[in-house]
């Protein structure tokens, strides 16, 4: 396909990755087209035609930046006047520690903030081949489109590897029995009231999580499309999976009973709790946490009904089953991200084998600012190894081993030690409080140096 030669920055996707790489080129100074092909073609987990929808869970996760990888990650992106933090804090939801987002104002404001951008275009359509010039972001995620994941596969050789997330069951609120449950973050996390009780709790017997637990395992699932390997997008788990692999795996994991009393029962600890938390920010909906599944919809509903206080549960929407599409970055990108044999095209996102919101959105602002950088004529160095972001760029351009490449969500374990620090658990404090200073030191200092080319 050619494309025009000039100065423009193209970005295929207007994701969590797509909508921060424009957001950053253009506050540089770059005129940017985003090119999305939602509405008019659609994915099956995407519900709108706003860009930066997020399509199963509302949460960021961690907003802890001194303990937490990706609350750093927060933090870094925050420093750099990120698009999706910004909003995401806008439109902010009681979460106890997390960051959870009301989606749909959320999405809603991304698409605003770009659209009204001096420098952006949206252009809406499906793209499906691979440019032959220009310069250019591939941010088409998870679910990048038949054609153009075929127009990539026919250029690189790699195998891009499919594997299943799963999507966790929302229900309205006002469908829960409040005789049974109760609303309580545990330990009564939070500052604030509405953190306090942020989550909806339903409590269980012994003789009630048993039940539970063969209902699950007897129930109708979605099978495997012939050719297609499973895999899980990690804290997505599908309920159904983490019950087979052992009777208790569930009451240490999404439904573990601890930090919580039950006020129409304070006396006896409940068996097992599942936990709900707010899905948009008028209170109307909850998601089931934890409770992602490849159940079939009908076995859903059967099996979602025994647990007290969902008896007579109204669902707005159940659990469902996803693709991912990931390129092998090791071996086929720069450290600028850039395609070693198309310097041209950069990926950024889901897409280059990073996983979660938070960290597509941290790949486009670095892609973003690394293509502006390149255009304005001012190379920029990537992103500084110490920190978030760096551990994350360096882990998937050649941290990691190319031919075991699996996605990867940000954790301590790609930052470098800080010398002189305990190792094991009982340092452990100690070394995340190292990790997180020395990491807002050296994005500060990335920050300032690179500041000569932000315009906006
Ligand atoms: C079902 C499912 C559940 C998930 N659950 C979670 C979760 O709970 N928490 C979490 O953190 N992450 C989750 N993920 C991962 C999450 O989707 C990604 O981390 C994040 O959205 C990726 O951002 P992205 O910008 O790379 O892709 P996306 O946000 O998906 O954006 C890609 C965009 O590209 C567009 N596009 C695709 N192909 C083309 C084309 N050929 N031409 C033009 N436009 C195109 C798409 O319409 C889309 O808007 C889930 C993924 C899936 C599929």
Known sequence: MTQNTSNTLHIVGGGMAGSEAAWQAANMGVQVVIHEMRPKVATFAHQTGNLGEMVCSNSFRSDDDEQNA????????????????????????????????DRDPFAESVTAALKSHPNVTVDYGEITELPSDGHWIIATGPLTSAGL??????????????????????????????????????????????EQKAYLNCPMTEAQYEAFIVALLAADKTEFHEGETAGYFDGCLPIEVMA???????????????G???PHDPDNRPHAVVQLRHDNSLGTLMNIVG??????????????????GLENASFARLGGIHRNTFINSPTLLDNQMRMKAKPHIRFAGQITGVE?????????????????????????????????????????????????FQPMNVNFGLFQPVDGLKGGRRGRKDRYKAYTDRAKADWTAWLATNESSIKV
């Open 356 to 404: 979660g919101y938070v960290e597509s959105a941290a790949m486009g602002l670095l892609a973003g600012r690394l293509a502006a950088a390149e255009i304005l004529g001012q190379p920029m160095e990537t992103a500084p190894l110490n920190t978030a972001m760096g551990a994350l760029v360096h882990h998937i351009t050649g941290g990691a081993e190319a031919k075991t």
């Open 149 to 194: 994941g075929a127009a990539i596969q026919a250029e690189t050789g790699a195998d891009s590897l499919a594997f299943f997330d799963a999507i966790a069951p929302i229900v309205y609120t006002e469908s829960v029995n409040m005789d049974v449950a109760w609303f309580q973050s545990r330990y009564d996390k939070g500052e604030t009231e509405a």
């Open 260 to 262: 919580l009393t039950n």
């Open 70 to 101: 990706v609350g750093l990650l927060h933090w870094e992106m925050r420093a750099a006047n990120g698009l999706i933090m910004q909003t995401a804090d806008k439109h902010r939801l009681p979460a106890g520690g997390a960051l959870a987002v």
């Open 244 to 258: 087979e692999r052992g009777r208790e795996t569930l009451r240490f994991g999404p439904m573990k009973p601890v």
């Open 291 to 308: 409770f992602q599944t490849k159940m079939k919809y009908g076995a859903q509903t059967e099996v979602f009904k025994m647990i007290p």
